[in-house]
């Protein structure tokens, strides 16, 4: 252990007979090795994006932050977490870091692919841990410094203007996103309650819905992400998306032992922007998302 985080360590023990006290955040960031960046409900979310790769579908390059940003989020119980994540890998990285993970009491909850077509090959492994965050976050630090996810950079210069119409993607989608690294980002919740072992799942640790628009050329996107669906709703989404041009790509669990169930329906659509958001509305439909704009 890093006995200049000991100090701090001590902060997160309960002692007998007092009330338990919140971790100590400050030295969970110092043990993941990188900044957290703070969400509602008092979450930190971890960002690992693979800026050392260059991944192509045909002749579409992917952006990090279109399918290629790595996470873990923290949501704080007492003075323990929940963390879940989803890490992206390359082959040759996939066996050591789950042996490295497994060594310090990180379970994975999937191993898959969301794309397809993509060079290089890119997987994808989701993680769930509860306990000292402390003893997560240094345990999920041993495993990335297997792979060649880069440390964190300074804040870039300031983007060039978006060439994405998002306003109009918006009021055809029914939800608003934001502009994240050339990428337009949507997350939809569900309206569920979902829990599992006892406890509530908290959506931002990746039960939301999420619809990424990459801009390419003369108003048109490439569009990808996820769908967190009921068993009921899987067909009549995947039925919705073909029906609009957009490709279903991987179907498969996030996690384990989930109520209720849910299921992951990942996609890929390259066309008119406006296009891709009337459709993938109409699937939005289909579903028991939380409806604030739809």
């Known amino acids: 252990?890093?006995?200049?985080?000991?100090?701090?360590?001590?902060?997160?023990?309960?002692?007998?007979?007092?009330?338990?006290?919140?971790?100590?955040?400050?030295?969970?960031?110092?043990?993941?090795?990188?900044?957290?960046?703070?969400?509602?409900?008092?979450?930190?979310?971890?960002?690992?994006?693979?800026?050392?790769?260059?991944?192509?579908?045909?002749?579409?390059?992917?952006?990090?932050?279109?399918?290629?940003?790595?996470?873990?989020?923290?949501?704080?119980?007492?003075?323990?977490?929940?963390?879940?994540?989803?890490?992206?890998?390359?082959?040759?990285?996939?066996?050591?870091?789950l042996a490295k993970l497994q060594q310090g009491g990180i379970e994975q909850t999937a191993i898959h692919h969301h794309l397809v077509g993509e060079s290089p090959r890119v997987l994808y492994v989701h993680i769930h841990a509860h306990g000292n965050p402390l003893s997560i976050a240094t345990a999920i630090h041993a495993a990335m410094a297997l792979t060649r996810i880069p440390a964190p950079s300074p804040p870039s210069a300031p983007a060039a203007p978006f060439s994405l119409d998002t306003a109009a993607v918006r009021t055809l989608l029914g939800a608003a996103g934001r502009v994240n690294n050339g990428v337009y980002q949507v997350s939809i919740p569900r309206q569920e309650t979902i829990r599992e072992g006892g406890l509530v799942i908290p959506g931002a640790l990746g039960l939301g819905t999420a619809i990424n628009f990459q801009p390419t050329d003369s108003g048109k996107a490439a569009v990808t992400g996820d769908f967190v669906l009921l068993a009921s709703e899987v067909n009549p989404v995947i039925r919705t998306l073909t029906d609009h041009g957009i490709s279903p790509t991987s179907l498969h669990n996030h996690l384990l032992g989930e109520e209720p169930r849910l299921f992951f329906l990942h996609f890929w659509g390259e066309d008119d922007a406006r296009k891709l958001a009337a459709g993938l509305r109409a699937a939005l439909d289909r579903t028991n998302s939380a409806r604030p704009g739809l």
């Open 1 to 97: 252990m890093n006995h200049r985080l000991l100090p701090l360590l001590l902060a997160t023990v309960a002692v007998e007979g007092l009330p338990a006290q919140p971790p100590n955040w400050a030295v969970v960031d110092s043990a993941m090795g990188r900044p957290a960046v703070v969400q509602p409900g008092g979450i930190h979310r971890f960002n690992f994006p693979r800026s050392d790769w260059s991944v192509t579908i045909g002749s579409t390059r992917v952006l990090p932050a279109l399918a290629l940003g790595g996470w873990v989020a923290f949501a704080p119980d007492g003075n323990a977490a929940l963390a879940m994540g989803d890490l992206v890998l390359a082959p040759e990285e996939l066996a050591p870091v």
